[in-house]
């Protein structure tokens, strides 16, 4: 995780899954960062998870729809949660950049933390951002926090090389 202009910039390169995502805000603390599979921080108060999936791991055909894989997904997080439709009620959308889209908050069972989750394909991957409430007050709403960040993505079939230039703009190289 590296600061960026617009916050925090969050790079992964684990081995088949490249990618880089910038969390807008001003307050980060990483979590776990020698110890979860995936990146965890802390930002502007909330908790913030960015967990790749796959296609494969829901047993749908990498041929099914953008909507059908989300869909599946939905039904797998409510189910690991235990929390029933009713409890945690789907929206589907298109983000600006064209790609389709779910949101849907809840509070799972055992917290009292409310969490908002949005999730997008990436072509055999499926994105799952999530937010928890941990603090007052926030400075953005949680589903345009999380559509800011999942327009940030940018997906390399190569690790990813992060330099800043003088003006402290990222770039990377594959």
């Not at 079939?157 to 992060?162: I, R």
């Not at 800043?164 to 990222?170: P, Y």
């Amino acid at each position: 995780m590296f600061k960026s202009r617009k916050g925090m910039l969050v790079v992964s390169n684990n081995p088949g899954l490249h990618f880089l995502l910038d969390v807008p805000g001003e307050s980060f603390r990483p979590v776990g960062v020698n110890e979860a599979p995936y990146p965890a921080l802390e930002a502007d108060g909330y908790f913030l998870q960015i967990v790749p999936g796959t296609v494969a791991e829901l047993k749908m055909s990498a041929n099914a729809s953008d909507r059908d894989i989300l869909a599946a997904q939905y039904k797998y997080e409510t189910d690991f949660q235990k929390t029933s439709p009713e409890n945690a009620p789907m929206k589907i959308s298109t983000l600006p950049n064209g790609k389709a889209c779910i949101t849907w908050s809840m509070i799972p069972n055992g917290t009292t933390h409310k969490h908002y989750f949005l999730c997008f394909r990436s072509d055999d991957r499926i994105i799952s951002i999530c937010a928890a409430d941990i603090a007052e007050p926030k400075p953005t709403a949680p589903f345009q926090f999380l559509e800011s960040i999942a327009e940030s993505f940018f997906r390399s079939p190569n690790q990813l090389k992060v330099s800043w230039d003088e003006a402290g703009d990222f770039h990377y190289t594959k």
